[in-house]
């Protein structure tokens, strides 16, 4: 079985329930971003057109992987895919600082 990581597996949930659908909702606020580390430096790479049509192929292509590309964009701080622009620059963290980022965060109550 592939275990396929994104940034929503390391929130917490939320203390609030959606009051109509009893949905409980991520806490985006329960991961501290700023606490990643990198272990070299990370390239730069001009985003282009078809990187913005099919991010997944890019992502696939730099990173040999299929996971994690929104923690990629959230480190670059851009939201979510569809915030991308042709020529903005996208700084490519290393895979393995990428799951670092959010794996190293403390437990709650530390």
Same mark, same amino acid.
């Given at each position: 079985? !592939?275990?396929?990581?994104?940034? #929503?597996?390391?929130? @917490?949930?939320?203390?609030? !329930? ?8 991520p806490d985006?606020?329960?991961?501290d971003f700023?606490?990643?580390? &990198? ?5 730069? $790479? ?10 997944? &192929? ?10 994690? %590309?929104?923690?990629?964009? $959230?480190?670059?701080? !851009?939201?979510? @895919?569809?915030?991308?622009?042709p020529g ?6 290393? #895979?393995? %600082?990428? %799951? ?11």
């Amino acid at each position: 079985m !592939i275990n396929l990581k994104s940034r #929503y597996d390391y929130y @917490q949930p939320s203390v609030s !329930i959606d009051e109509e659908t009893k949905d409980q909702y991520p806490d985006v606020l329960s991961v501290d971003f700023s606490k990643g580390k &990198l272990s070299q430096v990370p390239t730069s $790479h001009l985003v282009t057109s078809a990187d913005m049509d099919k991010f997944w &192929l890019y992502f696939v292509r730099k990173y040999g992987a299929v996971d994690m %590309d929104d923690v990629l964009l $959230h480190v670059n701080g !851009i939201p979510y @895919q569809g915030m991308l622009e042709p020529g903005s620059t996208l700084y490519e963290v290393a #895979y393995a %600082d990428l %799951d670092g980022w959010l794996s190293d965060q403390p437990d709650e109550g530390s």
